[in-house]
């Protein structure tokens, strides 16, 4: 079983930056691949960007490419996100996922989920 605890949400001004921060504990093995999602309110939950634990491969969705930056730290079983030149459209809950596989742009194939942490960037 793997548990994921986000923290580092908060509300922050147009063109503003936040850390987010997932630390997994549990049975964290080095295929295990991760990810942000984030879904706004009335709308699905979407891909943001994932990152492999081994290697370090990464992968981001069109939106937050050149703003956003997903790394990971293995010594401390913890993932990150770099938010900057943030936009009201990223306004959103948060979520970090696990995978026991390579890294992947769909929801479904993540196993763990953790429970979320909102972003609100005001205009």
């Known amino acids: 079983q793997v548990q994921l605890v986000e923290s580092g949400g908060g509300l922050v001004q147009a063109g503003g930056s936040l850390r987010l921060s997932c630390a997994a504990s549990g049975r964290i093995f080095g295929r295990y691949a991760m990810g942000w999602f984030r879904q706004a309110p009335g709308k699905e939950r979407d891909f943001v960007a994932a990152?492999?634990?081994?290697?370090?491969?990464?992968y981001y969705t069109d939106s937050v490419k050149g703003r956003f930056t997903i790394s990971r730290d293995n010594a401390k079983n913890t993932m990150y996100l770099q938010m900057n030149s943030l936009k009201p459209e990223d306004t959103a809950v948060y979520y970090c996922?696990?995978?026991?596989?390579?890294?992947?742009?769909?929801?479904?194939?993540?196993?763990?989920w953790g429970q979320g942490t909102q972003v609100t960037v005001s205009s």
């Open positions: 996922a696990a995978r026991n596989g390579l890294l992947s742009t769909r929801l479904y194939e993540y196993n763990y």
């Open positions: 990152i492999n634990w081994i290697g370090g491969s990464t």
